[in-house]
């Protein structure tokens, strides 16, 4: 079931999203629900990673709007959207020699000011950040020496030290292990039951993001093709649609969340 606007935490409002003259969203209304953990799935190029890029205030809709608790996204301040909507991209370029306590710091930037400096607050929140993402004892290494899942997990921690009720994650298992994936995943559904924070995900994994969201957003070319919980809206019929992929739906055994079985294709079913 659709939800109505004012249920959503982040709206798109019949917004279309393009590159230049090329067009990934027309007309597109789509939402997030208060308080859920949210995942978008889809194949490749199918408008996914760019419509969190809208969500996040990085690409403005050629027409349409782009809603964050009501109000008009744009219209709010640069710190102030800081305070209330973090962002873990796809891709992080980190200032030449900064150590990974530095940049686990700039995430509480958003909450000083003129009246507020830094504080043991905010010492302790960096502190807990890199203990949950498993960073503390790289705190005073170089950023540039690290692994891309070592730093995928310091700009994590980051976006987790910045306090903020919403959160977007772009990808967040890139470059990760299938262990430092799972430990990632866990941590985004512990941010969201135990603190409350509005999670949004961009994921590749459709068994990963049917284990770990509260709704799930389908979409292809631009449109969404389904939205829900995992357990109403994936079936067989709902992936082959999107993925073009033939496939059995069985329970996990582990979660009892959806997981998709491709079919074997009849090569292989023969070799074997």
């Not at 799935?41 to 996914?48: I, R």
């Not at 990673?49 to 709007?65: D, I, Y």
């Not at 959160?167 to 967040?172: C, G, R, V, W």
Request: proline content about 6%; glycine content about 6%.
């Amino acid at each position: 079931m659709t939800l109505p606007q004012e249920a959503r935490r982040l709206y798109a409002d019949r917004a279309t999203l393009r590159y230049g003259d090329r067009a990934v969203a027309t007309d597109l209304s789509i939402g997030v629900p208060d308080g859920s953990f949210t995942v978008i799935v889809g194949p490749n190029a199918c408008g996914k990673s760019t419509l969190l890029r809208a969500f996040a205030r990085l690409l403005k809709p050629t027409t349409g709007q782009v809603l964050l608790d009501g109000g008009q996204i744009n219209a709010l301040p640069a710190k102030e959207l800081a305070r209330r909507l973090g962002l873990l991209p796809q891709s992080s370029t980190a200032p030449e020699g900064i150590t990974v306590a530095d940049l686990v710091a700039r995430g509480r930037h958003p909450h000083q000011g003129l009246f507020r400096q830094w504080s043991r607050e905010d010492d302790r929140v960096v502190t807990e950040a890199m203990a949950a993402t498993n960073v503390a004892e790289l705190a005073h290494r170089s950023v540039d020496e690290l692994s891309g899942g070592q730093r995928q997990r310091v700009w994590l921690a980051m976006a987790i030290a910045q306090q903020t009720p919403v959160l977007l994650l772009d990808e967040p298992t890139t470059f990760l292990d299938i262990a430092h994936q799972m430990e990632v995943l866990d941590l985004c559904a512990r941010l969201h039951e135990e603190q409350g924070r509005t999670l949004v995900a961009v994921l590749h994994d459709l068994n990963q993001a049917a284990r770990y969201a509260s709704h799930l957003i389908a979409m292809r070319d631009g449109a969404v093709m389904a939205e829900g919980p995992p357990s109403e809206i994936v079936t067989a019929d709902l992936v082959e649609k999107v993925f073009d992929l033939p496939c059995q739906v069985i329970e996990d055994p582990q979660s009892g969340t959806p997981l998709v079985v491709p079919k074997v294709s009849r090569r292989l079913a023969t070799a074997s």
